[in-house]
């Protein structure tokens, strides 16, 4: 019965290839233009993506993001885009990875909206069973440019930039 019991609370949270994984973000930022505009976003992000292995997911993103500069002029921008992530796992139930992801965000028929976002984000899936597990991205190192001229480039690894999501896997 022992044993039993070892090989199922080992097994509990294993990664398998060919699992399928539905997870999502929702995240928001607020900053300060050195200009003294604020500008706040709020990101909902649906994925979907498939293991390759036990620590490598492919996926794609749908999603939908508001942006408001000094709350008076807002933008509505539509995601879709492709992410991987490369997990480690920790201890029992816990796993660190890496996700690399590419976006294209677009107004509608207003291409003077249309951005491109690449960032490389850390973050941490922590399994509450096999199938559930919640989410945390903090930070990123990333590229923006919107097809208004503006690029932001940098490291952000303060609290403007957390996303919690949670993810149900399809075994």
Do not use: C, W
């Amino acid at each position: 019965t022992m044993a039993i019991l070892m090989v199922s609370t080992m097994a509990f949270a294993q990664i398998q290839k060919g699992d399928v994984q539905i997870t999502g973000n929702v995240g928001f930022n607020k900053t300060e233009t050195s200009g003294g505009t604020d500008v706040s976003r709020v990101t909902i992000s649906p994925k979907a993506g498939v293991f390759l292995s036990e620590t490598t997911s492919l996926g794609g993103v749908l999603g939908y993001t508001n942006v408001k500069f000094s709350g008076t002029t807002t933008t509505d921008l539509f995601n879709v885009g492709a992410y991987a992530r490369f997990h480690k796992s920790v201890v029992e139930n816990f796993y660190l990875y890496l996700e690399p992801s590419f976006i294209y965000g677009f107004a509608g028929s207003n291409a003077s909206n249309d951005a491109v976002d690449i960032k490389l984000s850390p973050g941490m899936t922590y399994f509450m069973s096999p199938k559930f597990a919640l989410d945390m991205n903090y930070g990123m190192i990333g590229y923006n440019k919107d097809s208004g001229g503006t690029e932001n480039y940098g490291l952000t690894l303060n609290m403007s930039n957390i996303t919690l999501g949670a993810s149900f896997y399809i075994r």
